[in-house]
């Protein structure tokens, strides 16, 4: 082949893709993970982590049938007994996102531009797919973080919240917990 047509291949390639500027994380079920890490404006400690695919607020919904909270409003240091131990829940909903910028529109309004017309893609100049996380924290009553990896009850209150997170996932009429009884 020659140079020209190994240039032409070589660009075409190159301009297939699209460049990533930031990526949204792929959890499949959840993950522990440094808050601070995950999003800056989460507190200092470690979560559970978990994609929430439901609509915005579900979680709250949720956790207020679960714990019989009366819709106060509550989203941090929720009291809960595991073990018969009192422990605190904190979540957050978060957003993070996958940017990219796609170069075949920035090239065809360039061009476009170049000829005295208007760019007519300046629309898909840059991509941006939205995720939705819980991050939960939680503390005992000395606010020892109980999340932390070093913590002896790490395994069993990830286990608890992973119980939290399947229910969740699995439950449509938040009514139903309270029928049950599962508090």
Not at 1 to 8: G, L, Q
Not at 44 to 51: A, I, K, L, Q
Not at 120 to 129: K, L, W
Request: proline share 4%; hydrophobic share 35%; net charge negative.
């Amino acid at each position: 082949m020659t140079k020209k047509v190994v240039k032409f291949i070589i660009l075409i390639l190159t301009l297939q893709g699209c460049i990533p500027l930031s990526f949204a994380p792929s959890i499949e079920s959840y993950e522990l993970i440094a808050t601070k890490k995950f999003s800056k404006e989460l507190p200092s400690g470690y979560g559970f982590v978990f994609e929430d695919p439901k609509s915005a607020n579900e979680f709250y919904y949720y956790i207020n049938s679960k714990f019989d909270l009366n819709f106060s409003e509550e989203e941090f240091n929720i009291p809960v007994e595991l073990n018969g131990k009192a422990l605190y829940l904190s979540f957050y909903e978060c957003e993070r996102t996958t940017k990219t910028i796609n170069l075949i529109p920035i090239l065809l309004d360039a061009k476009r531009e170049d000829n005295g017309n208007e760019p007519i893609f300046q629309d898909q100049h840059s991509t941006r797919n939205g995720h939705w996380y819980i991050v939960i924290t939680v503390r005992d009553a000395a606010l020892k973080d109980l999340l932390h990896p070093e913590n002896e009850q790490v395994i069993e209150v990830s286990e608890f919240l992973e119980s939290l997170r399947k229910e969740y996932l699995s439950t449509y009429h938040y009514n139903e917990l309270i029928l049950i009884g599962d508090n």
